[in-house]
């Protein structure tokens, strides 16, 4: 036994990961001497280094091996299928330099044989091993780590394909090819973490992507140079490393590859993004017409295992504002045939038992959901030229809208670990519910009037938050579209008690035992019992006509307003006289299937969720209604447009809002989720929630009013929260929208009521049923409730 206490925990620390001593002994004397004694180096991050070198030194012996075996005939069959044996079945850490040659090396498949790269590494043998200065060391351990994912690493000119399977490169890199010469470690890394996100993605858009190639096994993503050697079944203890592998790929998606020039973009003729580069946008887009699970062999054209593809993926995190999102996808026709889609919670369960059993993390506040987004965030930063952080760590990964930075950046920042530094806010959030769904706290901003900066990009207001561009138009005259900061999902305010937690979830709310897409099913999954035990959307994604025909009958004749005794919407006004309730309408709700169900993402009961598809354009109207929303296509009955985005507010948050800003704004953009009002018991001091668009929208705020008649409906969507206090307001098309017709929907207004602190607008509907000036029975304080 070792005396010295350094050498006993080193042997400890070896030991958790299954290294025994004797294989430790020999490396640490060599790290030792090669760091002249320098421990610390060695202890950082719990022995990183030595553990890698071990790893390393088995690798060697095994290549040793497998060259001698080697004859020049099976070369290239074991390039694809025989992977050495790895005496550690364990993630590795690498410190390997790359060398370009122009052949293949075969002893090294696994990192080198996609770009025709020669990754020699260096055994640990004393005389081998590089003089490096501790600081150079420290410095290749943080190249080590560096993490950035490029969705285009090989030039398409370069690109062939081994045998149809595997991609090579016809012609060898040239050493100026490469990105960082002087940083062997961080191009290996690069290259590597390359391969797998082109494979990730090219699994879900081929067509995209004719460089990436769908490699025959299943890949495991690469993150922080960490990799699993091939054809090692899958074990418990895959789990070292930073986060958790998997036998199936992980994906990393970027949100918006096209705003920077990372692939060609072409427009066709409405002004679509063609060449989009997510699996679900592409999906989407085939949905209208084909269905939303018709993931289309054809336009899977060049992967020869297109056709059998049979995709399950789950989203695991995503980053502050959903810009980077990481799902995990299991594609059985490739990996395990037997694979069904696991419940999200309990695979984060199961990974945070492993990270705390295996790296004895002794801080209280880790988590997995933290850690996961982290990475989102990190994707995020070192995939975008932000340099925005601040001192002490945090980021404001508010996206950067002229007008409205100033604001923001001087008032409150959003850092990695918490949306919001207001311990205020902090404490009325649980950050790991919220921000699991895409929920996140957003500070109050003001964008500056008359901040034509906002909306330069004339051919998308959405700034690539959205899976189409939605252009504007102001064929009229000079103004521009008033500044807000787009968002594509709403986000808390402030005092909107919202928790979201998949525990909340009960069996009876999702489809825990389904699998792939519900609606082609037998059966209709309990996710439609809200609907009579139908499904409401067709195949083509469209709703249908009985679910749509039932609820346009009930908004345009209100068969039944619910009356409360004394209205939460009035009291509000804290007037002294509270007014009696105005009514509140009852509305059919959709409910769609989501994270707990075991359907996939594709499956045809989830439609709202996947956002806009439709080619839509903002334009100024020529009716003194200001801006307004139109389609640029033709839009079949039942269509859905988009959902109302906005800030979440308590309606008395709303109120005090709209008090204060009521003179100054020309619009109003507020919206009433009151459309289950009989069940708002248990809401927080009988608070209706709301939707502002004022600052914080999509671009159903351009959405304008039509009496009655309007060729939208808004119908509430369950997604995420069982309770209706909170839900999704989606537009659908109440008949048949030509291309170039203005969206509208009815608000509900009452035009006559003038106890409201915003007045109604002058109606420009132009409908025969306009409402303007005649009493209506359904009155609101603000916009339409739903
Ligand atoms: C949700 S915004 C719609 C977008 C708005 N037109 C704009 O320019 O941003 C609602 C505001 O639009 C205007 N508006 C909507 N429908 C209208 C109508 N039928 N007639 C006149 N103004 C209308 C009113 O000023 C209203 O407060």
């Known amino acids: ?66 060259k001698r075996c080697n004859n020049a ?57 590089p003089e490096t200065s501790a600081q150079q060391q420290s410095q290749k351990m943080t190249e080590m780590l560096e993490f950035r994912a490029e969705p285009y690493p090989i030039s398409p000119q370069h690109a062939t394909r081994n045998k149809g399977k595997q991609l090579v490169l016809s012609k060898p890199l040239a050493p100026g090819e490469r990105s960082d010469p002087v940083s062997p470690v961080a191009v290996q890394g690069k290259r590597y973490v390359s391969e797998r996100v082109s494979n990730a993605l090219c699994l879900k858009e081929p067509m995209t992507h004719p460089v990436a190639v769908v490699l025959p096994k299943p890949k495991v993503f690469d993150c922080h140079g960490l990799i699993i050697p091939k054809d090692e ?17 992980i994906a990393m998606i970027h949100p918006d590859p096209l705003s920077k020039g990372e692939l060609p973009v072409e427009k066709d003729e409405i002004g679509k993004k063609v060449g989009e580069d997510t699996s679900s946008q592409y999906i989407e887009t085939e949905s209208r017409a084909n269905g939303p699970v018709a993931l289309s062999s ?89 340099t925005d952080k601040s001192q002490d760590g945090s980021t404001n990964v508010i996206p950067t809208l002229s007008g409205l930075d100033d604001h923001v950046q001087g008032s409150k920042r959003t850092s990695f670990d918490d949306c919001v530094v207001s311990d205020q806010e902090k404490k009325s959030e649980d950050p790991e519910c919220t921000k699991m769904c895409g929920l996140v706290v957003v500070p109050q901003c003001e964008p500056v009037p008359d901040d034509s ?38 986000l808390v305010f402030k005092n909107a008690n919202l928790s979201f937690s998949l525990s909340k979830i009960g069996d009876e709310n999702c489809c825990a035992t389904c699998n792939g897409d519900c609606i082609s099913g037998s ?9 009579g035990s139908e499904f409401v959307y067709s195949s083509a994604g469209i709703l249908k006509e009985s679910f749509l025909d039932e609820c346009i009958s009930m908004t345009r004749h209100p068969p ?104 100054s ?44 008649d309007a060729n939208l409906i808004e119908i509430p969507v369950e997604v995420e929260i069982p309770d209706h206090h909170y839900y999704h307001l989606a537009f659908f098309t109440t008949r048949k929208v030509k291309a170039m017709e203005e969206l509208t929907w009815d608000y509900g207004i009452d035009f006559n009521d003038i106890d409201q602190p915003i007045k109604p607008f002058q109606c420009q509907c132009g409908s025969r049923f306009c409402r303007n000036m005649k009493r209506s029975n359904r009155s609101r304080y603000m916009l339409r409730s739903s």
């Not at 059966?523 to 609907?531: G, I, L, S």
């Not at 354009?617 to 985005?645: A, N």
């Open 665 to 708: 704004r020309k619009c109003s953009y507020p919206v009433i989720l009151d459309a289950d009002w009989s069940s708002k018991g248990s809401l927080m001091n009988g608070e209706a929630l709301c939707l502002d668009a004022s600052h914080y929208g999509n671009v159903a705020r351009f959405i304008n009013h039509r009496c009655l």
């Open 560 to 663: 039944c307003l619910i009356y409360c005794k004394e209205c939460p919407l009035e009291r509000v006004k804290n007037d002294d006289c509270l007014e009696p309730c105005k009514g509140h309408l009852k509305r059919k709700f959709i409910k769609e299937c989501w994270s707990k169900c075991g359907c996939s993402k594709q499956c045809g009961n989830r439609v709202v969720q996947r956002g806009i598809t439709c080619n839509l354009q903002v334009y100024f109207t020529s009716e003194e209604k200001g801006w307004g929303l139109r389609t640029l296509e033709d839009l079949p009955k039942g269509t859905f447009v988009c959902e109302y985005v906005g800030e979440i507010l308590t309606s008395m948050e709303l109120y005090e809002r709209t008090v204060k800003t009521a003179k």
């Open 298 to 386: 054809e336009r899977r054209t060049n992967g020869e295992f297109a056709p059998s593809l049979q995709e399950s993926s789950s989203e695991l995190a995503v980053s502050t504002l959903g810009e980077v999102k990481l799902s995990l996808s299991c594609n059985s026709a490739v990996g395990r045939p037997d694979f069904h889609m696991p419940n999200l919670d309990d695979v984060i369960k199961l990974t945070e038992e492993k990270c705390l059993h295996s790296y004895k993390i002794i801080d209280p506040n880790f988590s997995v959901p933290k850690l996961l987004r982290h990475m989102c965030e990190s994707f995020l930063e070192l995939g975008t030229d932000s």
């Open 453 to 490: 900066r906002s909306f330069n990009d004339i051919n998308d207001v959405t700034r690539g938050e959205e899976r189409v561009r939605i252009s504007w138009v102001n064929e009229l005259n000079s103004e521009f579209p008033d500044p807000f900061r787009y968002i594509p999902h709403s």
């Open 73 to 129: 005939d099976q070369e290239e069959e074991n390039l694809v299928h025989h992977q050495p044996e790895r005496p550690l079945k364990r993630l590795r850490l690498r410190h390997q330099e790359v060398q370009v040659s122009p052949t293949h090396n075969t002893s090294n498949t696994m990192l080198g044989d996609v770009a025709g790269i020669v990754l020699k590494r260096p055994k640990l043998e004393e005389d081998e091993l």
């Open 1 to 66: 036994m070792p005396t010295d206490p350094r050498v006993t925990a080193a042997f400890r620390a070896m030991k958790v990961l299954g290294i025994k001593e004797v294989k430790v002994k020999p490396v640490l004397k060599k790290l030792l001497k090669l760091y002249e004694r320098n421990w610390e180096l060695i202890e950082a991050e719990n022995y990183r280094v030595l553990a890698d070198a071990i790893f390393d030194e088995e690798d060697s012996k095994v290549e040793e091996q497998k």
């Open 523 to 531: 059966v209709p999954c309990c996710c439609t019992r809200m609907t």
């Open 233 to 249: 079944p899958f074990t418990d203890d895959m789990f070292d490393g930073d986060m958790p592998h998997y036998g199936v790929p």
